[in-house]
């Protein structure tokens, strides 16, 4: 009986997947989907039969054309196009790999503005507030390969492009809103630095080694940016909870010709989320996509990631008020001295149909702007905008711009012609401007039209390979950042600077590294000094300022509203526990869009205690690991938890969770295995048998005797009364920690 319900119900899940994604298709259809639908072919249409690539069809393409006896095997036949054509194909399958952010992931979207800015800038999609703009955006990490983990520590890309009604913007930027370097020249020495080390290709993806060090100490402009990394920015817990930021300043010039200077940023409506150090280490090698899959996942289940759109505006009279350039990539603006101004929204509602040919032939150039929207002397941008066309070229070839996913939604027309791979026919018989016909003439720039126009601007001065006076200034910002952060956030810090710099095998390299550290704060450089083998500095000539500033601590960058929508929880159960509770706290969770998983001892029919109607679990214990889940809910069933107790990976589970600071839950019988088997330091648990209260304590939520129907209702606020609400609850704040800081994580084995 069990296993026919069993194929019963695989059979909804996936007739009810199949209207899902017909319904996901039809509602997520955007004018760029459709430009690329000439381009799409299904190949799960029934009626399909394989063909060679020029069209002929295909009997066998599991034997290559030989001579054969019935006694003896002859040779292959150079002959047999159709197997030279699968091997000659194969063969050339590769394109040269992108030099950092090589590793990534994309999605489509759509931008939404909100508010208008005529003010400030001309360009149409900052002023249709009736338009939804197509989108396609692509994260990644930095350093690593194309192969790497997801979850190392490292900057994360945050690329988009916008396909506008005036052409593609490209706003190409990262998670952190500043760089190492200054000056663009940099990037190859600040690159190959960070990448493995030549003379052996060790390490991969990360940053903790000799050489990546010794150019941060060399280069005293990387202090900032070497803060952020080393902050809890750079190990994020989804590409859907991390800000994106420009970086570069840029401009918008309004239709009078007025030019303001400005910077683009993203702030998502899940609030700012990290990993801690431990679980990203773990995860590197239990689910190095574990990234990818979160968003997708997330996509699917239409649970779309949203960031609010924001800008931050200088006008040209007020460009030398601070203390620092604002043309420097190494510099913020402040936030309590250039607010934000949020004005729209970024929306990713829909998964890519093929990874080579969206997300990575995808290309993205800082160069490519729209009328109202400019450059600054910025001199990190001014060389990304070279830089970046060229590598589009090395890596794709002279009309990369034709391909489906980097071509605009608009008009291309001009006498660009030929080239590897031009795929456009242009008809006509000049290729040239001007010609006699007047054939594809200039767009005269006026109030009327949508021409780009450079912004008219004097300048004056002599002719060095020179910094403005205001760029050598490298200490203040990186203390402004290490004061705001909260007190957890500066724990990991040092602990990540301790963590690199012991992998720093020549002591010219961590020695001198903690003495920069002295000239952000003393404090700090004592505390790594201590763990590396430093010496310890007793004074800095640079002492801490003291002064915070606003949103640089991703404490205070919290969820619009309140959520646990989209977290994975995982459900520990095995033979003999409590149906009831199990169907109760799924419901809950499910109805605040949060994705319940069923781990237990086998995958294979589990059965609650008193029935012969099994659940099938998601995974087993050894498959998946706590690592992958934002919760974690043991359920009751005396039989089921005499399992447990037994079974050293449940108790290593829990264990691992509380040391990752993430919540747990537990009712019943529960309740005992965390106070006896698990043995959480610190915490109190629910004791008393036949009391109904819910005891939270530590992101910890435990009752012996719980209300199904209150189980069936999960609203997010404190509870002593309904285990739901008070668990989802503590899920809804991400981490605990506390525990951290009261120091009961180092007490417990993970």
């Known amino acids: 009986m069990s296993g026919t319900f069993q194929r019963l119900q ?5 007739a009810k997947e199949s209207a899902q994604q017909k319904f996901n298709d039809v509602t997520t259809t955007n004018e760029k989907i459709l430009d690329l639908w000439p381009n799409t072919k299904d190949m799960t249409k029934s009626g399909n039969k394989m063909t060679t690539d020029h069209g002929v069809k295909v009997q066998d393409t599991d034997h290559w054309l030989k001579v054969v006896s019935e006694k003896s095997q002859g040779p292959n036949l150079l002959e047999d196009q159709i197997a030279r054509e699968k091997i000659q194909r194969f063969d050339h399958e590769r394109i040269p790999e992108r030099v950092v952010h090589a590793r990534g992931v994309g ?8 508010e208008a800015i005529p003010e400030l800038s001309s360009a149409g999609i900052f002023n249709d507030t009736s338009r939804t703009t197509p989108i396609f955006t692509r994260f990644s990490t930095v350093l690593g390969s194309r192969g790497s983990a997801d979850t190392v520590r490292d900057v994360r890309g945050f690329a988009i492009k916008f396909y506008t009604e005036e052409g593609n913007w490209d706003l190409v930027g990262n998670n952190i809103p500043v760089f190492f370097i200054q000056d663009a020249i940099k990037f190859p020495d600040v690159i190959h630095a960070g990448k493995p080390e030549p003379h052996n290709e060790i390490p991969q993806a990360q940053t903790a080694h000799n050489n990546f060090w010794d150019f941060q100490y060399l280069h005293p402009e990387t202090t900032h940016m070497f803060m952020w990394a080393m902050s809890d920015r750079a190990i994020p817990r989804s590409f859907r909870m991390m800000q994106g930021f420009g970086v570069n300043t840029f401009t918008l010039i309004n239709d009078k010709g007025v030019r303001h200077f400005v910077k683009f940023v993203w702030t998502p409506e899940l609030g700012v989320h990290s990993l801690v150090w431990d679980e990203a280490l773990k995860l590197n090698g239990q689910d190095p996509d574990f990234h990818r899959k979160d968003l997708m996942e997330a996509i699917e289940n239409r649970a779309f990631p949203k960031w609010k759109f924001g800008i931050q505006v200088l006008s040209e009279a007020d460009q030398d008020k601070f203390d620092f350039d604002i043309l420097d990539a190494t510099k913020v603006w402040p936030e309590d001295q250039v607010p934000v101004r949020y004005i729209g929204e970024l929306c990713l509602n829909r998964n890519i149909d093929e990874f080579f040919s ?28 070279f830089s970046y066309f060229d590598t589009q070229i090395s890596r794709l070839g002279p009309n990369w711009e034709q391909l489906p996913i980097n071509r605009p939604v608009c008009p291309v027309m001009n006498f660009n012609r030929d080239g590897a791979m031009n795929h456009t026919i242009h008809k006509g018989t000049v290729n040239y401007w001007p010609n006699r016909f007047d054939q594809c003439p200039h767009a005269k720039f006026t109030k009327d039209t949508d021409a780009y126009r450079e912004y008219s601007a004097q300048i004056i001065g002599i002719k060095e390979r020179l910094n403005a006076p205001k760029f050598k200034e490298h200490f203040n910002q990186a203390q402004l950042f290490y004061n705001s952060l909260s007190e957890h956030e500066k724990m990991h810090v040092q602990a990540a600077l301790a963590f690199e710099l012991d992998h720093c095998d020549d002591p010219v390299v961590y020695k001198r590294m903690v003495e920069r550290l002295a000239d952000i704060d003393l404090t700090l450089a004592q505390s790594v000094a201590k763990m590396v083998g430093g010496d310890s500095p007793t004074t800095t000539n640079r002492p801490n300022h003291g002064k915070k500033a606003p949103h640089l601590s991703q404490v205070e960058l919290k969820a619009f509203t309140p959520t646990i929508a989209t ?20 419901a809950a969770f499910k109805a605040q869009g949060a994705i319940t998983f069923v781990i237990a001892p086998r995958r294979h029919m589990i059965y609650p205690e008193g029935s012969s109607e099994g659940v099938m679990p998601d995974h087993h ?14 359920c009751p069933g005396a039989n089921a938890i005499l399992t447990l107790r037994e079974c050293g990976r449940a108790i290593h589970w829990i264990r691992e969770s509380f040391g990752h600071l993430k919540a747990i839950g537990a009712l019943g019988d529960g309740c005992a295995f965390l106070q ?3 043995n959480l330091p610190g915490v109190d648990i629910a004791i008393d048998r036949e009391s109904s209260q819910v005891i939270t304590s530590y992101g910890v939520v435990t009752g012996w005797k719980a209300d199904v129907g209150l189980l069936k209702s999960a609203k997010l606020e ?11 609850n503590e899920i809804s704040k991400h981490r605990c920690y506390q525990r951290e800081i009261d120091g009961l994580v180092k007490k417990v084995a993970f």
């Open 10 to 14: 695989e059979g909804l899940n996936s």
């Open 107 to 114: 999605a489509h979207g759509y931008f939404k503005l909100h």
């Open 358 to 385: 969206e997300t990575e032939q995808v290309a993205f150039c800082t160069s490519h702007v729209v009328p109202g929207i400019g450059f600054s002397d910025d001199p990190l941008l001014q060389g990304r905008n």
């Open 567 to 586: 977290r994975r929880i995982a459900i520990l159960v095995a033979d003999g526990f409590d149906l009831a509770t199990f169907t109760a706290i799924r």
């Open 621 to 634: 214990f050894e498959g998946q690991r706590s690592t992958m889940f934002d919760a974690t809910f043991v």
């Open 676 to 678: 006896e088997a698990v």
């Open 718 to 728: 404190p509870s002593s009364t309904a285990f739901a609400s008070a668990f989802a």
